[in-house]
């Protein structure tokens, strides 16, 4: 996973400096250190294989933050697509090459986002309950 992210940043990298796009060059900026955190991920997920990563009550509050996840993708997705369709809309969007892939990769990096902090507040409420 981290060679494809560092793949994908070299390849967004050549493109914001053949286009001079700073919206693709922040994108790359953002996106590099991810491969790292992957390879940490990994690493750690290797080292914890012997262990029990969930319970059954860790399941279902992680299954309840996905749906955060689904709900705002999906509600971002259909306002990409209102946006492309309704011509004054339109208008306001960038007009570079990556404009449209950049705001899906946005929208999939908010409902993760989104998905993360639901998880966070039901970790939260559920561990106030139980003492």
Not at 14 to 24: D, E, F, K, T
Not at 110 to 123: F, K, R
Request: net charge positive; glycine share 8%.
């Amino acid at each position: 996973m981290a060679g494809v992210f560092a793949g994908m940043g070299l390849l967004s990298a050549s493109g914001a400096l053949m286009q001079g796009s700073a919206m693709v060059f922040y994108t790359v900026l953002f996106c590099l250190p991810l491969t790292h955190w992957f390879r940490w991920r990994a690493m750690r997920d290797e080292r914890r294989r012997t262990e029990a990563l969930e319970d059954e009550r860790d399941a279902a509050l992680l299954a309840r933050a996905g749906q955060a996840f689904r709900l705002f993708v999906s509600c971002w997705l259909v306002l990409l697509a209102l946006a492309l369709s309704v011509s004054p809309l339109h208008d306001a969007l960038p007009t570079h090459a990556y404009a449209v892939p950049a705001l899906v990769v946005l929208g999939l990096l908010g409902g993760n986002l989104a998905q993360h902090i639901a998880a966070a507040v039901l970790y939260r409420k559920d561990r106030l309950a139980t003492g």
